[in-house]
């Protein structure tokens, strides 16, 4: 099993930033790719970011490419999410989540959740 627990969420204006931390215990943290994802009210869970066991390579959706950066520590047993110049419409439930199948963009490849954190937008 692996526990994960995000936080660094809250309220923020539009063109602000949020550091978002997620931290796992368990399982050897390093054997997980690790990957973030956002649900914003009515809408499904989507892929936001996604970093390799050993940081070698990510990946981001179209939506956080430039402004988003994923970033691990595997020392600390920790993934990132720097988000700078969010927008209301980022506004959303951030999951980070583990895995150990590909493809490490898809949802159902994950197999261990946190609870989420909320960022609210404002303009």
């Known amino acids: 099993q692996v526990q994960l627990v995000e936080s660094g969420g809250g309220l923020v204006q539009a063109g602000g930033s949020l550091r978002l931390s997620c931290a796992a215990s368990g399982r050897t943290f390093s054997s997980y790719a690790m990957g973030w994802f956002r649900q914003a009210p009515g809408r499904e869970r989507e892929f936001v970011a996604t970093?390799?066991?050993?940081?070698?390579?990510?990946y981001y959706a179209d939506v956080a490419k430039v402004r988003f950066t994923i970033s691990r520590d595997n020392a600390k047993n920790t993934v990132y999410l720097q988000m700078n110049s969010l927008k209301p419409e980022d506004t959303a439930v951030y999951y980070c989540a583990a895995t150990q199948r590909r493809p490490y963009s898809y949802t159902n490849s994950y197999d261990y959740w946190g609870q989420g954190t909320q960022v609210t937008v404002s303009s």
């Open positions: 970093i390799s066991k050993s940081s070698g390579s990510t």
